[in-house]
């Protein structure tokens, strides 16, 4: 964590509005980061609250995500969600990972990034980079999301939770790639279990 911290800043999304951090990580699903970046923006250029996404027919709203991909379905999602939210909270996003995953389609992945991003709880995100990540340098040896989160529950410290996926994140789409990883580049190769197998092969040069 220390060595990620002096590459990277951490990032602040959606100016930290819970709400707003919630719509995007849907958004985010299975898309990257400039392609929701684009849906975001244009989406809350035109719908700036709750009750406007609420109110809203997902039609209208589907130009405005479809960078985001799979937009006929998230166009639903973030409405349902949103209308979710204004009928059985009060219009407020839950703060706690068991009222999140009461919303339509919001899975662990997505709770644990609003609470994250949006309220800086601690919790860990697993996406895909957590994923492939924690399990090359030998992190956790796990062959699901869910399972990851539960492992690195148990062995990082809590003060590191909060920066853990942003971190990770930016070092998985700059050198811990999942094609081609720029094993030169990084500063964890002496930490890698991977990187340490391949090298006892002889498929590196140290």
């Known amino acids: 964590m220390e060595n990620l911290q002096n590459l990277y800043d951490l990032r602040v999304f959606e100016e930290g509005d819970p709400y707003r951090v919630l719509i995007r990580t849907i958004l985010s699903q299975r898309t990257r980061?400039?392609?929701?970046?684009?849906?975001s923006a244009q989406l809350f250029s035109q719908y700036k609250t709750m009750n406007d996404i609420a109110n809203a027919d997902p039609a209208l709203l589907e130009p405005l995500i479809r960078p985001a991909g799979f937009y006929h379905v998230k166009a639903r999602r973030i409405v349902e969600v949103s209308r979710k939210l204004l009928d059985d909270f009060k219009g407020k996003v839950p703060s706690n990972i068991k009222g999140l995953l009461e919303l339509p389609g919001v899975g662990r992945k997505t709770a644990n990034c609003v609470l994250?991003?949006?309220f800086q709880k601690p919790a860990i995100p697993v996406d895909v980079h957590v994923h492939?990540?924690?399990n090359r340098l030998g992190l956790v040896n796990t062959q699901k999301p869910e399972e990851t989160e539960e492992e690195l529950e148990k062995i990082?410290?809590?003060e590191y939770w909060i920066e853990l996926n942003d971190?990770?994140?930016q070092f998985g789409q700059t050198i811990c790639r999942p094609q081609s990883p720029l094993h030169e580049e990084c500063p964890l190769q002496k930490l890698?279990?991977?990187y340490q197998n391949q090298l006892k092969e002889g498929n590196f040069k140290e």
């Open 116 to 118: 994250v991003y949006g």
């Open 192 to 194: 890698c279990d991977y």
């Open 167 to 169: 971190l990770m994140v």
């Open 132 to 134: 492939r990540i924690s």
């Open 33 to 39: 980061d400039d392609n929701t970046d684009r849906a």
């Open 156 to 158: 990082v410290p809590r």
